[in-house]
């Protein structure tokens, strides 16, 4: 079976075509041509990767975590490491963003030393067990004006599904900033027990620049 066939190219001279070879109209090394439709799928390509790029932001660069809680003499403010991570977010197609961030629970900070100890041990976060906090996403999507994360969030050995409300606001430099406020109940996750002088549900306040 003949590999070439003699044809005239754009310009009206005879060449001799590859057959076998889609990606090239001629086989002479001075003169190829790309095929029309190769071009078209080579555009496509390289834009949609460029869209792709441009769309997304997927590392944690900076942020905080705070937390507060009331207690018998008032109200017991802390905070946590910044989180660390992966945090893909793309606002014009939200459901395909994921978050997957992690929180040092031995970062666990109120600058009372006496009280941070307990905080850490057995009794509450157990930090020497369970050194992470885990969220990680299973949907995004948008809510109004803001967005809501659905997903697994792991304290100690207590996994449970939650839903966050976030906001994000695109910044000058392209990456965003993302900030979340919320409320859990620490019994769900065992941290200590019931207790009158410590109330349950602990309100906490995340914040994340992605790029």
């Not at 095929?35 to 997927?58: D, R, Y």
């Not at 017991?76 to 939200?94: L, Q, R, S, Y």
């Not at 009280?115 to 999507?141: A, N, T």
């Amino acid at each position: 079976m003949e590999k070439y066939v003699c044809l005239k190219n754009g310009n009206g001279q005879q060449e001799i075509f590859q057959k076998e070879n889609p990606y090239w109209k001629s086989n002479n090394l001075n003169n190829r041509i790309m095929n029309p439709n190769t071009k078209i799928f080579l555009f496509l390509i390289t834009l949609l990767s460029f869209s792709a790029v441009q769309a997304q932001t997927s590392k944690i660069v900076s942020g905080s975590t705070g937390f507060s809680v009331k207690y018998v003499l008032g109200t017991c403010n802390g905070t946590f490491d910044a989180p660390k991570g992966t945090a893909i977010f793309d606002e014009k197609n939200v459901s395909a963003s994921s978050f997957n961030i992690t929180v040092t629970a031995s970062s666990f900070n109120t600058g009372n030393n006496s009280r941070d100890k307990d905080m850490k041990s057995e009794k509450y976060f157990f930090v020497s067990k369970y050194p992470d906090i885990r969220f990680k996403s299973s949907k995004v999507e948008k809510d109004g004006t803001r967005y809501k994360a659905t997903g697994t969030l792991t304290i100690r050995d207590v996994s449970k599904t939650v839903t966050f409300p976030f906001e994000a606001k695109k910044n000058t430099d392209g990456t965003y900033a993302l900030s979340a406020t919320f409320e859990i109940n620490r019994l769900d996750y065992n941290i200590g027990e019931k207790d009158w002088k410590l109330k349950d549900i602990v309100k906490v306040d995340l914040k994340a620049v992605i790029k």
